[in-house]
């Protein structure tokens, strides 16, 4: 008895199922699931898309800090500066009124672009 590896390449395996697919499913239903397929792949392109610009928008809003923050009012200047508000001549009051208007812009800019 002869052993012969089966040997297939890429194009030869779309040949393949291309064929299975027709007679299997007829030239009639091949055009709707041709569609459905696609459907699917776009579907699949959009969620990959959101979950990379998402994994971008985190990874740019990281703060970068150096060592350990000592006092409460480093924490918020250190917050301030990662998400670009300015720290000059403001009480911590203040700083804690814009970081929290600042972080509540994005959100509501987040969700407008959904």
């Known amino acids: 008895m002869?052993?012969?590896?089966?040997n297939v390449g890429g194009s030869e395996w779309m040949i393949i199922?291309?064929?299975?697919?027709?007679?299997i499913l007829?030239?009639?239903?091949?055009?709707?699931?041709?569609?459905k397929m696609g459907q699917a792949v776009n579907e699949y392109n959009?969620?990959?898309?959101?979950?990379?610009?998402?994994?971008?928008e985190v990874t740019e809003e990281t703060p970068k800090i150096s060592g350990p923050v000592g006092t409460e009012r480093e924490k918020l200047e250190t917050i301030a500066k990662s998400i670009g508000v300015k720290i000059d001549e403001k009480t911590d009051d203040e700083l804690r009124e814009n970081i929290s208007t600042k972080i509540g812009q994005k959100k509501t800019e987040e969700s407008e672009n959904k």
Request: charged share 20%.
């Open 2 to 6: 002869l052993n012969y590896p089966l």
């Open 17 to 23: 199922i291309f064929v299975a697919l027709v007679l």
């Open 26 to 35: 007829g030239t009639g239903k091949l055009p709707g699931a041709a569609r």
């Open 46 to 56: 959009k969620a990959k898309n959101e979950i990379q610009n998402q994994m971008k």
